[in-house]
């Protein structure tokens, strides 16, 4: 009898354990998946701004040894 007492109550803690733990791998998935949602968006925009670099670099023209204003 106090086998089967023990036996059940050791098996209510590993329950209540697994419960805990599946709660807790939840609330790390659910962390994991927003911080992958905001690198794809800064990747995103990192590409963005990298293709609007580029095509500012190439519209403007460098000047031809051109002297300063100043001069």
Not at 6 to 17: F, K, N, Q, Y
Not at 51 to 68: F, G, I, K, M, Y
Request: zero cysteines; hydrophobic letters at 40%; aromatic letters at 4%.
């Amino acid at each position: 009898m106090a086998d089967d007492q023990s036996l059940s109550a050791r098996i209510e803690a590993l329950e209540m354990r697994l419960t805990y733990q599946d709660e807790t791998i939840e609330t790390l998935n659910q962390a994991v998946t927003a911080q992958w949602q905001q690198i794809d968006a800064l990747t995103r925009q990192i590409a963005a701004l990298s293709d609007r670099l580029a095509q500012a670099e190439t519209s403007v023209a460098a000047p031809a040894n051109e002297r300063p204003p100043h001069y």
